[in-house]
């Protein structure tokens, strides 16, 4: 059974990701930081819950000796949790602003990336998915009218479209230097969840699409892409 740990599960995307991958079978860890919460959304989905708040360093480090301890390997890594961080325009912005936002969108993902590689070196098929946005694409960005993810045209985000960016470059150097692990970055598409405070156009289940669909790939699927619901997302 494929073992997958999906960070900031507890609700939209990620719990939606969470509920089709154990209706495939996926042996489903739910990280949620907020144990309460966490808990629920685990047990309603049929997944197992394990705490993991993505900014700090010794719940990730509790969260992978657990996973160690109980199954010893991981398979497939999805990278989901995020936040939008300030909103404002960029003259408003302030660096701790910036490093809030950071925090949880780029070094969340390494740090995990990090802590949980060992587990997945001793999986046949190890994969990492990586849930960034269209907004970090510097393509997209020069030319919105050549991409149809509905994005919104314009939104004051500098430190979440840069820090999906920034993920996007993480990812793509990943894959060059794990050979061994399927590393792939995906694009949910403008879908309606708290983050966006619902509005997105899409429902939680067509963004949580693409991230099902890589998953399911693991580790036999290409690496080093960028992938959205209707086909590669330019970088
Ligand atoms: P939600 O706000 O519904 O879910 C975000 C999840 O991340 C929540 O479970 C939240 O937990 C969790 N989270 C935030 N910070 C942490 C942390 N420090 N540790 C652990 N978990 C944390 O948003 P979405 O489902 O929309 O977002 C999921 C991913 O999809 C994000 O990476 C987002 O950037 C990306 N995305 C979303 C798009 C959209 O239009 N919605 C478009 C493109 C990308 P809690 O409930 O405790 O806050």
Redo the contacts with the bound molecule.
Sequence with gaps: MTTTLI?????????ETARRLVAAGHSVHL????PA?GAAAAERVGASFLP?????DASVAAAARTLEECVGHLDVLVN?????GALKEPADLTVEDLKQVYE??LF?PFRVTQAFLPLLRKSAAPAMVN?????GSLAIAEAPEHYTSMLPAYYPSLG?NSS?AALNMLTAQYAKAFPDIVCNVV??????????GHR?V?T?EE?ADIVVRVALRGGEGPTGGFHGNSGPVPW
Excluded at 7 to 13: E, L, S
Excluded at 31 to 34: E, I, P, Q, S, V
Excluded at 80 to 84: L, S
């Design positions: 960070t900031g599960a507890n609700k939209g995307i990620g719990l990280g949620a930081r907020d919460r993991l708040d993505v900014t700090d989901n949790a995020g936040i939008t949880t969108n969340g849930v960034s946005s269209g907004l979440y999906k694009d949910p598409g403008w879908t309606a969840t708290d983050l966006n997105g899409q939680v963004g």
